[in-house]
């Protein structure tokens, strides 16, 4: 068998691509989750679970959730994004302890910030049950 460049094609489908691309994109953030990393239980990294925009009629976006179909699929491209290139962790630094926790907490609120939420009352513990009153800004 011979193989040639000449040949390749990269979206192999002929439809759009379901998964967003690296880029700036107008997204809808679906789901915030903990993941800690194999090699430290003890980290977290934040990942955020994109949508984008609507892509139109013909479009058949990745299943909701593969085990259940009844779910339907995305009408968008997705796409699931950490919040930062290293996870959070607790760690010294000039002397000072940085809680993972607490940076988890500025983070979210990092977000909000930048996303026009203004947050009313927020509280949270170390299990990550955080409860918020919010309203967007005008």
């Not at 010294?92 to 990092?110: L, P, T």
Request: hydrophobic content about 35%; charged content about 15%; proline content about 4%.
């Amino acid at each position: 068998m011979n193989f040639s460049a000449n040949e390749y094609s990269h979206n192999t489908t002929g439809g759009s691509s379901k998964i967003l691309q690296p880029g700036e994109h107008y997204c809808r953030i679906h789901d915030l989750t903990l993941v800690s990393p194999p090699w430290n239980d003890e980290a977290y990294f934040l990942c955020l679970k994109l949508e984008g925009p609507h892509m139109g009629d013909g479009f058949d976006g990745i299943a909701v959730d593969r085990d259940n179909p009844a779910l339907g699929t995305y009408d968008g491209q997705i796409a699931t994004v950490n919040s930062y290139r290293y996870p959070f962790s607790t760690y010294e630094y000039q002397g000072k302890e940085i809680d993972r926790d607490q940076q988890i907490f500025n983070w979210v609120n990092a977000l909000a910030t930048q996303m026009g939420v203004m947050i009313i009352s927020i509280t949270a513990s170390t299990s990550f049950a955080i409860s918020a009153t919010a309203s967007t800004t005008s």
